[in-house]
C-alpha cells in the first residue's frame, strides 16, 4: 500500500497555461487582469460587496483589523481553538484579545458565551467558521447589532460555505460580517500556494480597503484613470499578490464546482463507513448544525481521550497513514499564556487534545479512502 498523506497539494492543469499568459502579458506585479477575473469570481461566488486578493489570509485579517480601526486597548473576542493569525492580526494593532471557549458539540466558538465577555471597550468580534462549518451567525450577529460591535469572519477555511438564516436564505459565509477572509494556502479546498482575500460587504470600508491594500496609496485609483497622479493617503502595506498567484488561483477558482464535488465525496465516504463506530458512541464525528453546510474542507474524529488519539495516530503512521491533531488552545500558548484573564476553556483545551484529522484531498483514490476507513475500524475492534 503506498503512503497516504495528509495533504497533497490539487492541480487543475490549467495553472501552468495561465501562468504562461500573465508572463505573456508582460504585466507580473499585483491588480493585473487576472487579480480582477478572480475578484470577480469571487464577488460571484460569495455576494460579497467587494473582493480583494491577498498574498495571504494572515494578510487579510491584518487589512481588516487596519479598517476598523483597532487601536491599543480596543478589545477583540477570538475564540481560543483557531490559527494564530486570527489572533495575532489584532494583536499587531495593540488589541486585547478576550478568548472565548469553543462549544461543546463542535470546536467552533461557543456564541452563546460571546455576550459575557463584551465590555465597553470591545470592537469587534472575530468568528472562525471552522472546518468550514458556519457558527451560528444569527446569534453572533445580533450581539454585534445590540452592542455595536464589528464583525470579521476568518472564514480561511469556508470556500463555497453557507449559513442559513431561519427563513431558509443561505449566505456565503464570508459575506455576512462587515468583513470576511478566505486563504488559498495550499491545505484550502481553493489555492495557490500561499494566497487568500479580503471580502467586504460594508460599503464604508471599499475605498479604504484598496488604499490600504496598495501600500497606503491610492494608486488603485490612478490605475482606473479617476485621479491623475497618485500618492500617499493612508497607512498600508503590500498586501497584493503578485499576477502569478492571481492567475495560478483563477484557474482553481474556475474548477472549483469539481473539485467540491470530489472532496464532499470522500468526506461521505468517510462519515458512512465509519458510521458503525460513531453509533457504538466510541468516536466522535464533525457535527454539521441545521444552519451549516458541509464544504468538506476537514473530515476530523473526536477520541475519547488524548492518549487513545495518541495512539490511533502512531497505529494510522505505522501504516502509512498521515493523519493529524490540529489546534493548541490560543489561550495557553507560550505567547499568550500570562496575559490570558485566567478563565478555564475546557472545550478549547479538550479538541486541542482529543481531535484528529483524517487525509482529505483531490489525489486520493477510493482505495487509498477505503484503505483509511478499514485501518481505523481494525484499530477500534
Ligand atoms: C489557514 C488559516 C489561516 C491562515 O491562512 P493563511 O492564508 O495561511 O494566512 C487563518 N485562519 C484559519 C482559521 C485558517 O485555517
Redo the contacts with the bound molecule.
Keep these: 500500500m503506498k503512503k497516504i498523506s495528509f495533504n497533497r497539494p490539487f492541480l487543475t492543469g490549467k495553472e501552468k497555461q495561465y501562468l504562461e499568459k500573465a508572463v505573456a502579458n508582460g504585466m507580473i506585479s499585483g491588480n493585473g487582469e487576472y487579480t480582477k477575473m478572480c475578484h470577480s469570481k469571487l464577488v460571484e461566488m460569495t455576494g460579497c460587496k467587494k473582493a480583494l486578493l491577498t498574498t495571504?489570509?494572515?494578510?487579510?485579517?491584518e487589512m481588516a483589523a487596519i479598517l476598523i480601526d483597532i487601536n491599543p486597548g480596543d478589545e477583540v473576542i477570538i475564540p481560543s481553538f483557531?490559527?494564530v493569525?486570527?489572533a495575532n492580526a489584532f494583536i499587531l494593532r495593540g488589541a486585547k484579545v478576550v478568548f472565548v471557549d469553543s462549544r461543546t458539540d463542535h470546536p467552533g466558538m461557543d456564541e452563546s458565551a460571546v455576550e459575557a465577555l463584551v465590555t465597553e471597550k470591545t470592537k469587534a468580534i472575530v468568528c472562525?467558521?471552522?472546518a468550514g462549518v458556519a457558527c451560528d451567525m444569527q446569534v453572533i450577529m445580533e450581539i454585534a447589532k445590540r452592542r455595536n460591535l464589528f464583525v470579521v469572519e476568518?472564514a480561511?477555511?469556508a470556500i463555497d460555505s453557507y449559513y442559513t438564516w431561519p427563513d431558509g436564505r443561505k449566505q456565503a459565509l464570508g459575506s455576512i460580517g462587515n468583513m470576511g477572509?478566505l486563504?488559498?494556502?495550499e491545505?484550502?479546498n481553493i489555492q495557490c500556494g500561499?494566497?487568500?482575500a479580503l471580502l467586504i460587504n460594508d460599503e464604508q470600508f471599499c475605498k479604504r480597503a484598496e488604499i490600504i491594500w496598495e501600500k497606503g496609496t491610492n494608486r488603485a485609483a490612478f490605475w482606473r484613470g479617476e485621479i491623475d497622479k497618485y500618492g500617499w493617503v493612508d497607512i498600508g502595506s503590500s498586501f497584493l499578490p503578485s499576477e502569478l498567484s492571481a492567475a495560478f488561483l483563477f484557474a482553481q477558482l474556475e474548477q472549483s464546482e469539481e473539485i467540491q464535488r470530489e472532496r464532499i465525496r470522500i468526506w461521505d465516504s468517510y462519515d458512512n463507513a465509519l458510521a458503525p463506530l460513531i453509533d457504538k458512541g466510541m468516536i466522535t464525528k464533525p457535527h454539521i448544525p441545521a444552519y451549516a453546510t458541509n464544504n468538506a474542507h476537514m473530515y476530523y474524529l473526536v477520541c475519547k481521550t488524548p492518549e487513545e488519539r495518541a495512539s490511533l495516530i502512531s497505529y494510522l503512521k505505522e501504516r502509512d497513514i498521515h493523519a493529524v491533531f490540529h489546534y493548541l488552545s490560543l489561550h495557553s500558548s507560550p505567547y499568550f499564556h500570562k496575559q490570558h484573564d485566567g478563565r478555564k476553556l475546557v472545550m478549547s483545551d479538550s479538541f486541542s487534545d482529543r481531535l484528529v484529522r483524517l487525509p482529505l484531498h483531490m489525489h486520493m483514490s477510493e482505495e487509498d479512502v477505503d484503505h483509511v476507513i478499514a485501518t481505523i475500524i481494525k484499530f477500534y475492534s
Excluded at 56 to 61: F, G, I, K, V, Y
Design positions: 495571504s489570509c494572515t494578510d487579510a485579517l483557531t490559527f493569525s486570527t472562525v467558521h471552522y476568518d480561511a477555511q477572509t486563504s488559498f494556502h491545505t484550502k500561499e494566497g487568500g
